[in-house]
RNA sequence: GUCUCGGUAGCUCAGCUGGAUAGAGCAACGGCCUUCUAAGCCGUAGGUCCAGGGUUCGAAUCCCUGCCGGGAUACCA
């Protein structure tokens, strides 16, 4: 129980024993005192006033008066206008002190046998194209996500959905068949993803091309689109496909390795994984059995042209198509197939998905769908829908090319990092390997805690001159800040020191310190928090400010050179307690921290 | 048109279940490396919280209206 979970709750016996009136718990507003003030937490007493009938500085002081005499940690009070702030004793710091120092995962709650199974997808890639920014920021938050929600002891199921089929694959197919020459990853030392978007390009290129060429002989403009050569070929393509053509599935196959190949080079680096991959391939035709179902039901209806549609006016939507008029399945037939799967799959108690907000609808649909057919689940769904990533000139589009490529952002990242770490001096004495390793922990921080330190709700810029600093609210000063924390505790241990982790000493806390502990003291509401509001920023948030008041600290006290022994004592554990507070905090985000930079 | 999300310092962002004098980082300017890592610390400067109205002891925060921007909106995924 955290000290503002128990001073809420004596505020209310306060009240009763004061006032005589039962209070809501949610009345109670307390908050972390202004620095200016003395005081550890503060209460605002406006809203009892009405109940006291007295002055705010008079309640206060009688809320203040009973809190001293009943309450342990509450040592003394002091009333500034209508804010009561409350000074915690020392003693109750201490013993947070020691219960973080002695847990070996402070803050973490472990899942149990009736912990809640969560499945989060996330990242949900096409094979079309290799993996850009926007899926960077979903993955990195889909990864992260997961880490506190078993942070907060639910167990977790990632789960990954990829769209290998339709005309998009169809595509780059068509063009490697055209003009590809043969070519392979092996042959040609393109990663295999990378290779497949450049033929998705090509594509689009020739097909501009042949429109252009069949405008100039008088087709109109739709027509030129709809009979150009290359679209004609994918969509046979597409036919094929779902014939089962031996040769068409071969080539699907074959290019689709090259592209999960790449993928996996791709998510290794970004240090994501997944538990369950979902295939579209395989699931779509369930989506379209269940339609059928819904609409044998009379859930759905059918209009002349045989298309299958959902009136959704009731719930104050629209009409939705669920089956085009040629029978086959759109992407909300697929989603509400591969749910099925997954719930006959796992026993799932909550099913959240990570896909970006421009899809809010879709998901609001879909939670309809799944509950008039039936599913109980359909309900429970969450869309965890994050903004988009934007670049100084706008919105990424890949067909004009200002699209930020994964792959190259890290290799450009980890480049910079090694460029900045030589010029300062660093990691001398480390071998090349082990230098390589810390380069690319600082430059994968860097990244990861920029796309996660924004609320993922709310769309970002990304400036590719600017945005990646490795000064201030960035994840390299944590890091940084951690390897100084590892580093002297190093020293002391040369200095042969041994640390008393169990501190009795209650005399001598100087104003930093307890600043600190009780900045340690906030992780576990801190990743509550991040779990509640599914937000990785809030974590991110909290590990700054933790950072930052370390910094202080660090500045302040000569750790090692100090000559009363207690005092050192205390201060190299509270060192050691922040450094595994940050470590734990930032595996949460999925970022490394070095042992030195 | 309708629905929805957003607008806070020059830039990028916190703060938003109403609470004390609206905070960081970057950029600018000025200090601090003979003492545990200067990827750091300290300081200066920078604000009509889009605008207007309402609710109340109190509004960046809640409600309404307007302006600006993003997104969605019946056979793309």
Same mark, same amino acid.
């Given at each position: 129980?955290?000290?503002? !979970?128990?001073?809420?709750? !004596?505020?209310?016996?306060?009240?009763?024993?004061?006032?005589?009136?039962?209070?809501?718990?949610?009345? #109670?507003?307390?908050?972390?005192?202004?620095?200016?003030?003395?005081?550890?937490?503060?209460?605002?007493?406006?809203?009892?006033?009405?109940?006291?009938?007295?002055?705010?500085?008079?309640?206060?002081?009688?809320? /203040?008066?009973?809190?001293?005499?009943?309450?342990?940690?509450? =040592?003394?009070?002091?009333?500034?206008?209508?804010?009561?702030?409350?000074?915690?004793?020392?003693?109750?710091?201490?013993?947070?002190?020691?219960?973080?120092?002695? &847990?070996? &995962?402070?803050?973490?709650?472990?899942?149990?046998?009736?912990?809640?199974?969560?499945?989060?997808?996330?990242?949900?890639?096409?094979?079309?194209?290799?993996?850009?920014?926007?899926?960077?920021?979903?993955?990195?938050?889909?990864?992260?996500?997961?880490?506190?929600?078993?942070?907060?002891?639910?167990?977790?199921?990632?789960?990954?959905?990829?769209?290998?089929?339709?005309?998009?694959?169809?595509?780059?197919?068509?063009?490697?068949?055209?003009?590809?020459? +043969?070519?392979?990853?092996?042959?040609? +030392?393109?990663? +295999?993803?990378?290779?497949?978007?450049?033929?998705?390009?090509?594509?689009?290129?020739?097909?501009?091309?042949?429109?252009?060429? $069949?405008?100039? !002989?008088?087709?109109?403009?739709?027509?030129?689109?709809?009979?150009?050569?290359?679209?004609?070929? %994918?969509?046979?393509?597409?036919?094929?496909?779902?014939?089962?053509?031996?040769?068409?599935?071969?080539?699907?196959?074959?290019?689709?390795?090259?592209?999960?190949?790449?993928?996996?080079?791709?998510?290794?680096?970004?240090?994501?994984?997944?538990?369950?991959?979902?295939?579209?391939?395989?699931?779509?035709?369930?989506?379209?059995?269940?339609?059928?179902?819904?609409?044998?039901?009379? *859930?759905?209806?059918?209009?002349?042209?045989?298309?299958?549609?959902?009136?959704?006016?009731?719930?104050?939507?629209?009409?939705?198509?669920?089956?085009?008029?040629?029978?086959?399945?759109?992407?909300?037939?697929?989603?509400?197939?591969?749910?099925?799967?997954?719930?006959?799959?796992?026993?799932?108690?909550?099913?959240?998905?990570? *896909? +970006?907000?421009?899809?809010?609808?879709?998901? !609001?649909?879909?939670?309809?769908?799944?509950?008039?057919?039936?599913?109980?689940?359909?309900?429970?769904? &969450?869309?965890?829908?994050?903004?988009?990533?934007?670049?100084?000139?706008?919105?990424?589009?890949?067909?004009?090319?200002?699209?930020?490529?994964?792959?190259? $952002?890290?290799? =450009?990242?980890?480049? #910079?990092?090694?460029?900045?770490?030589?010029?300062?001096?660093?990691?001398?004495?480390?071998?090349?390997?082990?230098?390589?390793?810390?380069?690319?922990?600082?430059?994968?921080?860097?990244?990861?805690?920029?796309? $996660?330190?924004?609320?993922?709700?709310?769309?970002?810029?990304?400036?590719?001159?600017?945005?990646?600093?490795?000064?201030?609210?960035? /994840?390299?000063?944590?890091?940084?800040?951690?390897?100084?924390?590892?580093?002297?505790?190093?020293? %002391?241990?040369?200095?042969?020191?041994?640390?008393?982790?169990?501190?009795?000493?209650?005399? =001598? @806390?100087?104003?930093?310190?307890?600043?600190?502990?009780?900045?340690?003291?906030?992780?576990?509401?801190?990743?509550?928090?991040? /779990?509640?509001?599914?937000?990785?920023?809030?974590?991110?948030?909290?590990?700054?400010?933790?950072?930052?008041?370390?910094?202080?600290?660090?500045?302040?006290?000569?750790?090692?050179?100090?000559?009363? @022994?207690?005092?050192?004592?205390?201060?190299?554990?509270?060192?050691?307690?922040?450094?595994?507070?940050?470590?734990?905090?930032?595996?949460?985000?999925?970022?490394?921290?070095?042992?030195?930079?």
């Amino acid at each position: 129980m955290s000290i503002e !979970q128990i001073i809420s709750v !004596q505020i209310v016996e306060a009240i009763a024993h004061c006032y005589n009136q039962q209070i809501e718990p949610s009345l #109670v507003q307390l908050q972390i005192t202004r620095k200016e003030f003395e005081g550890d937490i503060t209460l605002v007493v406006f809203p009892f006033v009405r109940m006291s009938k007295k002055s705010p500085e008079q309640t206060a002081a009688e809320i /203040g008066d009973y809190l001293q005499q009943n309450v342990a940690e509450v =040592e003394k009070y002091n009333v500034v206008k209508g804010f009561l702030n409350l000074v915690i004793s020392s003693s109750y710091w201490i013993s947070v002190l020691n219960l973080a120092t002695a &847990h070996p &995962h402070f803050g973490i709650t472990e899942p149990t046998d009736s912990s809640k199974l969560v499945m989060v997808e996330y990242s949900s890639p096409n094979t079309n194209k290799p993996l850009h920014l926007g899926h960077i920021r979903n993955n990195l938050l889909g990864f992260s996500l997961c880490e506190i929600l078993k942070a907060n002891g639910n167990k977790v199921v990632k789960t990954n959905i990829v769209n290998d089929r339709g005309i998009h694959i169809c595509k780059s197919m068509y063009a490697w068949k055209m003009w590809g020459n +043969g070519e392979t990853p092996e042959t040609s +030392g393109i990663k +295999g993803d990378h290779l497949v978007g450049k033929y998705y390009v090509k594509f689009d290129q020739e097909y501009k091309k042949e429109i252009a060429a $069949l405008m100039e !002989q008088g087709e109109t403009k739709e027509n030129a689109e709809q009979n150009a050569p290359a679209m004609m070929g %994918a969509r046979e393509m597409l036919l094929k496909w779902e014939a089962k053509d031996p040769e068409t599935v071969e080539l699907w196959k074959t290019m689709n390795d090259w592209v999960y190949a790449g993928f996996d080079v791709t998510y290794k680096e970004l240090g994501v994984d997944f538990d369950k991959i979902y295939y579209e391939s395989e699931t779509y035709l369930y989506g379209k059995d269940e339609v059928l179902r819904g609409l044998a039901e009379g *859930v759905f209806y059918q209009k002349e042209d045989s298309s299958v549609w959902a009136d959704l006016t009731p719930e104050g939507l629209d009409q939705k198509i669920l089956l085009r008029s040629d029978g086959t399945s759109v992407y909300m037939t697929q989603d509400i197939g591969t749910a099925r799967e997954r719930f006959q799959d796992y026993p799932i108690d909550q099913m959240i998905y990570v *896909v +970006g907000n421009e899809q809010n609808y879709h998901f !609001q649909v879909l939670s309809i769908l799944l509950d008039k057919l039936g599913f109980e689940f359909g309900k429970g769904l &969450h869309h965890f829908s994050y903004g988009m990533v934007e670049l100084p000139q706008g919105k990424m589009k890949s067909r004009e090319g200002t699209v930020v490529d994964a792959d190259d $952002l890290m290799a =450009e990242m980890i480049e #910079v990092s090694r460029k900045t770490s030589e010029e300062l001096g660093k990691l001398e004495g480390y071998t090349p390997e082990q230098a390589a390793i810390t380069y690319k922990m600082i430059a994968l921080g860097a990244l990861k805690y920029f796309m $996660l330190k924004v609320d993922p709700k709310k769309n970002m810029l990304f400036n590719p001159e600017e945005s990646i600093d490795f000064n201030g609210n960035t /994840g390299p000063f944590i890091q940084y800040t951690y390897a100084r924390i590892r580093s002297v505790l190093r020293k %002391a241990a040369d200095r042969g020191i041994e640390l008393n982790r169990d501190i009795t000493a209650t005399a =001598e @806390i100087a104003t930093k310190e307890l600043q600190l502990i009780k900045a340690i003291s906030q992780f576990p509401v801190a990743v509550k928090e991040a /779990g509640d509001n599914y937000s990785p920023a809030l974590v991110a948030n909290y590990i700054y400010e933790l950072v930052k008041e370390f910094n202080q600290f660090y500045h302040e006290f000569p750790m090692l050179i100090e000559e009363n @022994i207690d005092t050192r004592n205390l201060r190299l554990v509270i060192a050691e307690t922040v450094s595994k507070t940050i470590k734990t905090g930032m595996k949460l985000l999925g970022i490394d921290v070095p042992e030195r930079m």
